[in-house]
DNA sequence: TTGAAAGCGCTAACAT
DNA sequence: ATGTTAGCGCTTTCAA
């Protein structure tokens, strides 16, 4: 049987209210006081019901993260520095995994709302409609999505597409394809969009290739359809993707960077580990999980909605050329 | 403001009291009232207040999961498999990444165990003394760890060494290297031990090359130890290890599996994206995650001691032979 | 500076 | 079958 209150209370010979004055506002209670209670809540290893404290101050101290795949690095990396960065204030973090179900999203969302303080939504599938009825529900902040009103960090899809672009026209790629990511993703419409942009100001031709899993296997079934474009480079929504991409290309005997360049987005650990090495667009993975956190952090400290609208990070990527591109000319 | 019991009891024009009844135990309210509850539950989007629920019946309809590394996709799998299995039975997860420090292990079990009804500590590096504390304190599964008197589901690993090893020595090796893992992995050690009896079974050497961090660092590290022994074959600790390893052989231009062969374990996704792609006894991985969920579970509703001792699920690992062993024979 | 009392949202006796 | 009462562990008025 865990102590409580009383148990301290007790042994300090106070009251209750003393003890809990004396853990939350330590100013407001006699340093003499405060020793003996101190002494208490060490010698019965005494350590607050949140569950008790929340249901009077409304603040359960947990945050939720909702992420589409814990399985996929790049989410998985992106939970850790949200983890990381909630322990640093004694936060505890709910994670969800949805499966990349948008349905089962909003059923975890709507059970986890009420538990937590916040909620993270790490890519989310939900549409424009939903996703403001869950902000209206609870605190949210949003990664890899923008949503006007909402808070939330970022990348800078355009930034990284450009670089990623640059480098492949000055190996000297004229056409250029692109395997796209899940249609609900906003990430995926963005890179789109600053691959386009980056593409034409090149004067060099994009071949869009559509829609797949953001998974190894979607990177799989792509492949042939990626050579059919006759495209001597493509860049794909992200690593898991361009790895599987990579392997297909590998079993058809199609050579990398020989016959065709390859580039993805995330940087994941597996990228360097790939064979060719893959170039990519890295990006601060685990930062975004910590900003989310202070994001989140700062509006529940000040919930005025003015902040909530003008909270939104955006972060840079960075490209890392491995031996997935070039030097080799394209064909 | 979210809707309360009384909300809906008004609006049903009943009790508090048989709402929670007709919402906790159906069977014992009359169904008239039952459908103008359900109706008012609806109408509000009512959804009870866990904690609140919790505060009263000691049950929090909350688990605890708490794994050294998130980044590391055998811990992210099992965190998967818990996830799925506890959102079968609307079971909310915490997470906790525990940074592979066991002094930040104690810190976030304690601050967990008291907002859940149990936790799942998989790969503790606890120490026995810390782990029956823990288990006093809360429920407690272990995966990949066996501690009597406590739940849990552990990989059968000598089977997965004799697997390696068989294959091997079929392959017509003689001196296998090992490469260990954390010092404090029950895992480790029970590899280490069915390896050797394995390897001395076949007649065989074992050369072990200590314990190195289960990363693709440590993989990196570990490598020119291996060659060093002069070993034709190595296991790892686990893929990721294998996958470093692999990365520094390339480097050092040493061929897998023309020089040296490898072993790994888990079958990461990686493994088979590795070039060459990794021999490994696959784990499964999902699968411990659910039983874990169904053996807390299980537990949490019949908290007799004697089940506890009993729960201890072994899974079986399958090794999957792929080019970094074999078919070329070792020089 | 401290204590007593009330109550957060809910469920579990105990009545009826 | 339903309502009333009490109380889970905690914080927060309100008095002293």
Known sequence: MPAT???????????????????SMPSMVNSATRVRVAAAVEQLGYLPNRAARGLITGRT???GLVVPDLANPFFASVAKGVQARARRDDVAVFVADTDEDAAAEAGLVRALAKQVDGLILCSSRASD?????????THVVLVNRREEGVAGVVYDNESGMRQAVAHLVALGHRTIAWV??????WSTRHRSLGLSDAVHAHGAELAEVGSFAPTYE???AAADQVVATGATAV???????????????HARGISVPGELSV????????????????????LPKQQAGRIAV???LTVLRDPEPDNAIRAFATLHGELIVRESTGPAPPP
């Open 180 to 185: 796209g990511g899940p249609d609900m993703s």
């Open 235 to 249: 860049i794909t929504y992200n690593d898991l993707v361009a790895i599987g991409l990579l392997a297909r290309l």
């Open 218 to 220: 979607g990177g799989m």
């Open 129 to 137: 409609a939903e996703l403001s009825a869950i902000a209206q529900e």
């Open 294 to 296: 202070e994001l989140l």
């Open 263 to 282: 580039v993805g987005v995330d940087d994941i650990a597996m990228s360097r580990m790939a064979r060719p090495a893959l170039t990519t667009v890295r």
């Open 61 to 63: 101290g947990n945050i």
């Open 5 to 23: 209150i009383r148990d301290v209370a007790r042994l300090a010979g106070v009251s209750p209210s003393t003890v809990s004055r004396a853990l």
